[in-house]
């Protein structure tokens, strides 16, 4: 195996008491396109910034592609685009002009490839930024991004302002990156682009990185959801081995099975069920799953991220 | 629990809760006027108290009203002079030339950044989705200015009627109220102004210039009608002439605040007319949304430095320009005047000139200059902290471009710039003094003007030094040093201070060329401390997290 696109050892980032982010230990593969979900303030813009060296770690080390993000910023920056959520921009040069620029401070430009995004974005680029919409500006830091086509792509809720017909084009974009082999580092809120797009995914809470997998093995480590019917009454299965969060509606219960449904399958067989579904937890079940059991307790500072 | 959280919040929302944006806006503008308001009240108290002791007998005041009040050049630069044998008279004349000038230059920013400066952030959008209108907000947002101004003319007026109460002072009350509106009047005529381009510029930045270009037509309208040439018509021309026909404490007219209020009324209420006539975010003079592309100057950071600041730094050098060329068509007739004046020709000689007439009034006429350079540099180093403040430095940093590199090419460009314009200085002095037949060389004034350029140099390097240490104090404490040394520079020498107070002022450490032949050794001492505060600053940003607002 290679070096890897990004890798974190013990990395943390604390203001004064309070820690954004705590010994994120965190390793993504050349070709990966990796999702890190957390809600705001759990730390995924801290992570980022920190990947940039926009921000020193308190703890730990973070290199990309073998580079020390810390120690040689301007080598690392070489391999990779980034994208904030809020495109503040020189208000006074038009869309193509920032386009130039962009491109020029980042040495390699695939022209070609910008004028067909600026195609796909429907974006005017004639028109000066201080006229843009939020969407429009967006649309213009993600071409920026985009048009250098660069080893690794660090997106920081990307499309945050864009429609859903250039959200369609959004995925459709780091698909194509995917398979030509770039590395994408998606954060975000949105668990449909997520689900989507992304190999594995980060889970992210109160600057601590709580799960992180394919999407199999999350689902396979969390609990399977089971719908039974019953014919007669209902059994007590709150004894069963691995049956938890059981709820009875008439002659209909819910349970969650965590492992193996062997017990679960044997009482049932024994209790006339009379219809029976189930199914794996959804990428946003699992996220409310982690989530659910600490609602209330972010506490981070507005620039955690 | 729910049901005492509402409560809370709408307990916060005030009593009117259709008020948000005034209630905001003086908020945001209250503050910076106390402050002002109590620098303004303890400049004029330190005026009064300095020239009292300094001129106390009747003789000394007589002979400074006979070289001072007299002198052309004095006159257009900060005002005529009545009655200045008096504390009132010099009191007043000295307060209401300068006052009037940075309260109209703070008006016009306040007003352009609480009005345009707001709508361009976006703010007003989420509230005027509330219990408003354009036009309603439009008033909402004077009245908050109004708040500002009230609180600047209050705090001045109890700092001056408490200086004013000092027996060697004595200013009486009502005196002390007037002159505070008098200080103040500028501030609000160009607090409408700047309401007014708020309206027909889409950006704060287009704004300002509308405002900062009409300040600089009243002022040199003023300056032209005090020159002695024959033009004092031209006073009543001018918003700043009316500020100087009021006369506060020598021979009030108080019906020159008709004028005043009618500029401040009418300009208040067409910006509202035209606020409710333009959609939000859109200005009355039509933008230009879609431009061709230039694409020069955009080759890197230093470039697009160069290119972003090319509009404020020709403002600055214009304005240079032609505050040079006034001075330089004045000398002559103003050295004059100086060189009769023995007290005068002593202070010179003691800063060790051994020229006189023009070349001594063009050396102390250049101070204006200095601190006009002092500005240039504390605007830029604040241009250069808003860049990362707003979000748009991690566009650049995030891609191949060391931070030294972005903070290097940056105060180059700068330093370059702030050559430019010393030298712009000399030379259109020069100009102006050649024209007149003043008699002064190119070779001294080109020199005047490079030593303009170290304070200014000094000022760049300690605020580079906060930049990379404490970014968000930049504009705090480069302003703050400037406006201490300008303080320093106006009072201290009448005062007569102790020379460890005159040395804390960066201006106070250049030589008065051309009046005297600038002191390299010390500008090369100004220029390296610039340089290592710098370099002491560029280390902190190398080593720091950037930091937004």
């Given at each position: 195996m290679g070096v890897p696109a990004i890798q974190s050892v013990g990395l943390s980032k604390r203001y004064g008491d309070f820690y954004a982010l705590r010994g994120l230990d965190l390793e993504v593969a050349r070709g990966e396109v990796v999702g890190f979900l957390g809600p705001n303030g759990a730390g995924k813009t801290t992570t980022i910034r920190l990947l940039l060296g926009l921000i020193h770690p308190s703890a730990g080390t973070a290199e990309i592609f073998g580079l020390d993000c810390h120690r040689k910023p301007v080598e690392v920056h070489r391999h990779l685009a980034y994208v904030p959520g809020e495109a503040n921009l020189w208000p006074t040069l038009t869309g193509g002009e920032t386009l130039h620029l962009l491109g020029q401070v980042q040495g390699s430009v695939d022209p070609i490839y910008r004028d067909e995004l600026i195609q796909r974005f429907d974006l005017d680029a004639s028109k000066r930024v201080r006229t843009y919409s939020k969407g429009n500006r967006q649309k213009l830091i993600l071409i920026a991004a985009l048009m250098t086509r660069p080893d690794l792509l660090l997106l920081d809720e990307p499309t945050s302002g864009l429609d859903p017909l250039m959200e369609q084009a959004f995925r459709h974009c780091i698909h194509e990156a995917g398979e030509r082999g770039q590395t994408v580092f998606l954060s975000s809120h949105i668990l449909s682009e997520v689900e989507a797009l992304c190999d594995r995914v980060g889970i992210l809470r109160d600057g601590i990185l709580v799960d992180m997998g394919t999407l199999a093995e999350l689902r396979h480590l969390s609990s399977l959801t089971v719908e039974a019917t019953f014919d007669r009454s209902v059994p007590d299965?709150?004894?069963?081995?691995?049956?938890?969060s059981v709820e009875i509606e008439g002659r209909v219960v819910r349970c969650q099975v965590q492992g193996t449904v062997e017990p679960l399958l044997k009482v049932l067989a024994a209790s006339g069920v009379h219809e029976l579904l189930s199914h794996e937890p959804s990428l946003e079940e699992l996220f409310l799953a982690h989530y659910g059991r600490t609602s209330g307790s972010d506490g981070s500072p507005p620039d955690a991220g | 629990m729910q049901g005492e959280r509402i409560v809370t919040q709408s307990q916060s929302t005030g009593r009117w809760p259709g008020a948000i944006i005034a209630r905001e806006t003086a908020r945001h503008a209250v503050r910076p006027a106390a402050m002002w308001g109590t620098i303004f009240g303890f400049y004029v108290g330190l005026s009064a108290y300095g020239y009292a002791s300094s001129y106390k007998t009747a003789a000394q005041r007589h002979f400074f009203a006979k070289t001072f009040g007299t002198d052309v050049g004095i006159n257009a630069i900060i005002g005529p002079a009545h009655q200045i044998q008096t504390v009132a008279g010099f009191t007043a004349w000295r307060s209401l030339g300068v006052l009037s000038i940075v309260g109209a230059v703070w008006g016009l920013l306040a007003g352009t950044r609480l009005l345009r400066g707001e709508e361009e952030a976006g703010r007003w959008e989420l509230l005027l989705a509330g219990q408003t209108t354009r036009r309603g907000a439009a008033v909402q947002a004077l009245a908050g200015l109004a708040a500002g101004l009230l609180t600047l003319w209050v705090i001045m007026a109890i700092v001056v009627t408490g200086v004013g109460r000092l027996p060697e002072v004595h200013i009486a009350p009502s005196s002390a109220l007037l002159l505070a509106a008098a200080a103040v009047s500028g501030t609000a005529m160009f607090l409408a102004v700047g309401a007014l381009a708020s309206q027909l510029a889409p950006t704060r930045r287009q704004a300002a210039s509308y405002a900062g270009g009409a300040l600089g037509l009243a002022y040199a309208t003023r300056m032209v009608a005090d020159s002695g040439a024959g033009l004092e018509w031209l006073r009543w021309t001018t918003p700043l002439g009316w500020v100087e026909e009021l006369q506060p404490l020598t021979s009030p007219h108080p019906l020159m605040f008709l004028p005043i209020a009618g500029l401040v009324g009418a300009f208040s209420c067409i910006a509202v007319y035209l606020a409710g006539g333009r959609d939000l975010g859109a200005s009355t003079i039509a933008d230009r949304p879609r431009t061709k592309a230039h694409l020069r100057l955009l080759s890197g950071p230093a470039a697009l430095t160069a290119r972003l600041v090319r509009p404020v730094l020709s403002g600055w050098l214009v304005a240079i320009a032609l505050t040079g060329l006034m001075m330089g068509l004045i000398s002559k007739s103003a050295g004059r005047a100086l060189s009769d004046s023995s007290s005068f020709g002593q202070m010179i000689s003691m800063l060790g000139a051994h020229k006189g007439g023009a070349s001594t009034y063009l050396g102390v006429a250049f101070l204006v200059a200095a601190v006009m350079m002092a500005f240039v540099a504390a605007g830029q180093i604040g241009t250069a902290r808003g860049e990362e403040a707003s979000g748009r430095l991690d566009h650049l940093l995030a891609r191949p471009i060391a931070r030294w590199r972005w903070l290097g090419g940056r105060l180059t460009i700068i330093v370059g710039a702030l050559v430019i314009v010393g030298l712009t200085a000399g030379l259109s002095a020069w100009i102006g003094s050649a024209l007149q037949g003043a008699g002064v060389s190119l070779a001294s004034m080109l020199a005047a003007g490079l030593n303009l350029v170290p304070p200014a140099v000094f000022l760049l390097g300690i605020g580079t030094l906060v930049f990379g240490v404490k970014p968000r104090a930049v504009s705090a404490v480069v302003y703050g040093i400037l406006a201490w040394s300008f303080l320093i520079e106006i009072v201290g020498g009448i005062i007569r201070a102790n020379h460890w107070l005159l040395d804390t002022s960066v201006l106070h450490q250049m030589a008065a060329a051309p009046a005297v032949n600038p002191d390299w050794t010390a500008n090369a001492i100004l220029v390296t401390l610039g340089i290592a505060s710098a370099f002491v600053g560029g280390f902190g940003f190398l080593h720091r997290d950037l930091v937004g607002d």
């Open positions: 299965l709150s004894r069963v081995p691995g049956v938890n | -």
